[in-house]
């Protein structure tokens, strides 16, 4: 028996068409082998794994057409903005065009979006980060809608007390909100534009900063300034600055590593020691959240009383 023939090395981590023959330099029997995975009709790729967004757009690639752009939950997921765990780990293409047929293909499904507003994302043509927020504003809860806005408008933490560049602006999204219109979704964005936030680290704040509006809690600030002994400036989740109240969100990776619940226990201590009052929320208090709210109301009365 004579050997497998190997694969010429251009083509590992790569997507191609079958009919690509210039590119691919393989046999019709090469094409058929089972170490080349087959993600889509037509496309052959060696390398990439589909359950990562960006390996699967890579994969789809092949098959897209001038003005054709992934959209909706697939540009989400390659923006890496917050979402639901189903649509997390959903493995369907989402892609879009202003006109022609809509993509009709096992694995992935086609919207003909006729204002599409065109970007790009690690060389791929991707919507807009302000009309993918637009576009799941049909397929995500009102809560998770505003998470998503803040994720776009806030950048992520880095080293120093720095952030890097937001995805976009609140403006921005107010101005795609109003090319939207009247389309699905335009109600839950009409509702969720006015909540969004700078400066957010997660999603679970987002939703407890919801949370706590919608049950009638004042409006806590998000990542206020608080200087503690030593120097150190820290920036509790929430917090309620006149009264020194600050609200830390807790998700189980704070108890699962072991460095970060000791940093949290010495973060608490600090505040407590400049005088403010810590109060600590799990995803118990977020799916009821009735304690919750009870203590914080609570503690607003005494401190502001004051």
Partial sequence: MHPARAFPPHLSGSAFHVSERDFHELTPGQLRSARLDAPFHGVRSLGLRREDA???????????????????????????????????????????????????????????????????????????????????????????????????????????????PPLCTRDGLADAVRRHGSKRGAVALGWALPLLRERVDSPRESMLRVTMVLSGLPEPVVAHAVRVAGGRVLHPDLAYPEAKIAIEYEGDEHRSSKSRWRADLRRVALLEEAGWRVIRVTDDDLSDPTTFVRIVRAALASRLAQ
């Fill in 54 to 164: 960006l390996a699967r757009a890579r994969m789809y690639a092949p098959r897209l057409r001038a003005g054709q752009y992934y959209s909706h939950v697939t540009a989400a997921q390659l923006y890496g903005i917050p979402l639901p765990l189903i649509a997390e780990r959903s493995t369907i293409v989402h892609v879009s065009a202003a006109t022609g047929t809509r993509v009709r293909t096992r694995g992935a499904v086609g919207h003909i979006v006729t204002d599409l507003m065109p970007h790009s994302f690690a060389e791929l043509p991707v919507v807009s980060p302000e009309q993918t927020w637009c576009h799941l504003a049909s397929v995500i809860s009102r809560e998770y809608l505003v998470a998503a806005g803040d994720f776009l408008v806030s950048g992520c933490r880095i080293g120093h007390g720095g952030r890097t």
